[in-house]
């Protein structure tokens, strides 16, 4: 299975500044998600970043809220802009996985935990 | 609209009793389904998944779970639980012809020694 390094792992932030979250995976792969759960609650899709194009946000998330980078196949950041108490959340990245069975599936970075106040 | 619905917020069982936690889709075409642990302050770890082939699907640290398409349902199971299991356990689906994976809200499981 793939490897995600996910930095920084928590954090707590003024509101109204931006932290940028960095998703590091140790082979090429072609889609890379962003995911929020809010406190108590499940995962939802933020946005799909893939290489050489503009991320796909789904309804809901705005690039100028959450502008996402994809420079390459192994790397990708999300940021969270102009921060809100609303935005505690934890983010997480993942990535399409063939998990060694040939066959489809996901693994997600351990998260990052990110507090407003 | 694929969907995922965990009918139960929290689960308890006593350690060594088998555990069941619940899960039923709705997706329009042959589902792919996942099962997810969350320990605290973690993030998520795959557990098993149902592509296609057998409807019993055997996992890690001795989970599996059913496939059962007339009940459109993927329930998942432990013969005999321990208190290490106790964790938040996620239910998702997404389709062939969708890479999006769809989650459900979550059962928290509370293994009791």
């Known amino acids: 299975s793939a490897v995600i390094s996910q930095k920084p792992s928590r954090d707590i932030c003024q509101r109204g500044t931006s932290l940028t979250i960095q998703c590091q995976v140790d082979?090429?792969?072609?889609?890379m998600f962003w995911y929020r759960q809010q406190p108590g609650q499940s995962l939802t899709l933020i946005a799909t970043a893939n290489q050489g194009s503009e991320a796909t946000y789904e309804s809901g998330f705005v690039i100028d809220k959450f502008p996402i980078s994809r420079p390459n196949l192994t790397f990708s950041t999300l940021t969270v802009s102009n921060m809100s108490p609303e935005d505690s959340s934890i983010y997480l990245c993942s990535v399409e996985d063939l998990m060694g069975q040939g066959a489809e599936g996901y693994t997600f970075g351990s998260g990052t935990r990110l507090t407003v106040v | 609209a694929q969907s995922v619905a965990q009918p139960e917020d929290q689960v308890n069982v006593a350690e060594g009793n088998p555990l069941t936690v619940k899960c039923t889709y709705s997706?329009?075409?042959?589902?792919?389904l996942f099962w997810y642990v969350q320990y605290p302050n973690r993030g998520l770890q795959f557990l098993l998944k149902y592509i296609t082939g057998d409807n019993l699907v055997k996992g890690s640290y001795g989970f599996e779970a059913e496939f059962n398409k007339s009940q459109t349902s993927f329930h998942l199971k432990k013969p005999s639980a321990l208190v290490s299991d106790s964790a938040l356990y996620f239910c998702?689906?997404?389709?062939?012809?969708?890479?999006?994976?769809?989650f459900g809200s979550g059962t928290r499981l509370l293994v009791r020694p």
């Open positions: 997706v329009s075409g042959n589902p792919y």
């Open positions: 082979s090429q792969v072609t889609m």
């Open positions: 998702a689906v997404r389709t062939h012809s969708s890479y999006k994976l769809i």
